[in-house]
């Protein structure tokens, strides 16, 4: 960071960004992504028409084409590298491999995926923004609305997780090419942790939650060379306190416990349900994050590489 007074600077444009609700809907999205138990349970609907599941990715998740056109009422029909839905006001053919494709009927004209629709040895795979042709609206992380107005649960796989030495932290890998670091504290007597703290390269954020890619790629761009992580604490009870993170890379410390965090939004001394702590810590010139680095939080420890 080149001075203090530009970090004060860039963290009051992201603060600012992050306190509207739609992108405050984003950091919820990009929670439910890392697989915060109490976002998960905060999107969850009372009654829902059923379920769509679907695998992680970036930017949309993954729906197997049947499943899409169940949720749709959609008629799937295949031939070799040729996908078409079909409902009684739209036809949408899609191609593998590709991300273009054509619609027909009550929403014609050329439709672009936000990735390729892809044949698998398990059937045709298709980002759940397929559905958009139909009038599928994705309304929250973990629900979508269908044409007629039908709410539907979205349940995505939880995201890879490697355990690492201590069994309190892992890493976790959300989307291709994002990696997070995920801490909880010490369980209790029924080995529930009440509090956890996320950390990611804040650059990569967008990977997760693309409505974050205009605010983070403005902050990054006044930053420079800089670096800068992402920290998000959450806790299952109201009024937790939570202490920042440690960062060491070959044996040196980089980052003393707390130090160069800005809180974007909500406050390290009342994390809670649906209040979760959402800060970033400025890293040190030159910090390399293509080489391993050390996260300690509340005595526990976690290396990562954030980038390849």
């Known amino acids: ?54 695998l992680p990715g970036a930017p949309q998740p993954w729906v197997r084409a049947d499943r899409l056109a169940h949720v749709v009422g959609a008629e799937v029909v295949a031939d070799g590298s040729v996908l078409v839905l079909r409902t009684e006001g739209v036809t949408l053919t899609l191609f593998d491999g590709s991300v273009d494709g054509t619609a027909a009927g009550l929403r014609a004209g050329e439709t672009s995926l936000s990735a390729p629709a892809e044949r698998r040895p398990d059937g045709w795979w298709l980002p759940l923004d397929a559905g958009a042709p139909f ?23 939880p995201p890879a997780r490697t355990a690492s030495d201590d069994p309190r932290a892992t890493v976790l890998r959300p989307a291709p090419g994002a990696v997070a670091v995920e801490i909880v504290s010490e369980p209790d007597e029924d080995g529930v942790s009440d509090v956890a703290v996320w950390a990611t390269d804040l650059a990569l954020v967008p990977l997760l939650a693309p ?33 920042g993170i440690s960062l060491s890379a ?15 939004a909500g406050s390290a001394d009342a994390v809670g349900p649906g209040a979760p702590w959402i800060a970033v810590a400025w890293l040190p010139t030159g910090t390399r994050l293509d080489l ?4 300690r939080w509340q005595g526990a420890a976690v290396e990562v590489t954030f980038r390849r």
Do not use: K, N
């Not at 309304?139 to 107005?149: F, H, I, L, S, Y």
């Not at 070959?250 to 974007?264: D, F, K, N, P, V």
């Open 211 to 243: 409505e974050l890619r205009t605010v983070v790629d403005e902050a990054l761009a006044e930053a420079g060379a800089a670096r800068a992580l992402l920290i998000i604490g959450t806790s299952r009870t109201a009024g937790a306190s939570l202490e």
């Open 135 to 157: 009038g599928l609206v994705r309304t929250g992380p973990r629900t979508v609305r269908d044409a007629r107005g039908r709410v539907w649960t979205l349940h995505v796989q």
């Open 250 to 264: 070959g044996g040196r410390e980089l980052l003393a416990t707390g130090a160069r965090h800005e809180t974007l």
């Open 1 to 54: 960071m080149r001075d203090r007074s530009l970090c004060t600077t860039l963290c009051t444009t992201l603060r600012t960004s992050l306190c509207t609700p739609c992108l405050l809907a984003a950091i919820l999205t990009l929670l439910v992504g890392l697989g915060a138990p109490w976002a998960a349970a905060q999107q969850e609907t009372d009654a829902t028409a059923g379920v769509l599941q679907a």
């Open 292 to 295: 391993p680095l050390t996260i």
